[in-house]
């Protein structure tokens, strides 16, 4: 297993316009978290899941995103209507379940809307 | 909600210490991690400590707490040029079956020849 993955690595869109990033788990994690950074900022939790449910929503996550992990492995998350401040790397981490347990993370999309 | 504060730069020579430091004001967080984030790629955890220690040592890593005063300290003795990167503290709670982590600002840590 690589890692956590997630694609695509940079997508710019038009303000107004819907997108939608994937997370792809290391493979026996069941736990998936996702988080937003932006510039000279540390990562902001924004949703987590255990398995299919989620658990767990920040109220940074506004009604114009969703985040979903349909069969418990992959998970996607969908921004409607892109906003200029929705511009950030959204970072997608990883681990098992466990009192304390490591949280891998992946290299992130970064979102650029003009 | 919790606040977790960083310096944003430190710079130091190559082979001395560097000690980056984090103050974070939610008592009832019971671990606290550190990151280090490279230049197009994901965090990497270095470390972590749960509050019920003082003390924590990996190889040149020196995690120190101070839960009185809420602060974390992360030492990286005979820093090297690859050490240059942002340093994320992170401290979280066992809540709902989730580890969720508040992250610092991120200190900037820059090693010159």
């Known amino acids: 297993d690589t890692g956590v993955s997630q694609d695509p690595r940079h997508k710019i869109t038009k303000r107004g316009q819907n997108v939608t990033f994937r997370c792809d788990p290391i493979s026996e994690h069941n736990r998936l978290y996702w988080y937003r950074q932006t510039l000279g900022q540390g990562p902001e939790f924004l949703t987590y899941f255990q398995n299919e449910a989620q658990l767990e929503k920040s109220r940074l996550l506004s009604d114009r995103f969703s985040a979903e992990r349909p069969k418990g492995s992959f998970s996607t998350l969908e921004i409607q209507r892109t906003e200029q401040g929705d511009s950030a790397m959204y970072l997608c981490?990883?681990?098992?379940?466990?009192?304390?347990?490591?949280?891998?993370f992946g290299q992130g999309t970064r979102l650029t809307v003009v | 909600g919790e606040d977790v504060e960083q310096s944003l730069f430190l710079s130091v020579r190559e082979g001395d210490s560097s000690v980056i430091n984090c103050t974070y004001t939610?008592?009832?967080?019971?671990?606290l991690y550190w990151y280090k984030q490279e230049p197009g790629a994901g965090l990497q955890l270095l470390t972590y400590?749960?509050?019920?220690?003082d003390m924590k040592q990996d190889q040149r890593l020196t995690v120190l707490l101070n839960k009185k005063d809420k602060h974390l300290s992360l030492r990286i003795a005979d820093t090297q040029t690859g050490d240059s990167a942002i340093y994320f503290c992170?401290?979280?709670?066992?809540?709902?079956?989730?580890?969720?982590?508040?992250f610092g600002t991120g200190t900037q840590l820059k090693v010159e020849l």
């Open positions: 400590i749960f509050s019920n220690m």
């Open positions: 939610d008592s009832s967080s019971t671990y």
């Open positions: 992170a401290v979280g709670a066992f809540t709902g079956g989730g580890n969720k982590l508040t």
């Open positions: 981490a990883s681990s098992l379940t466990g009192y304390v347990t490591e949280a891998f």
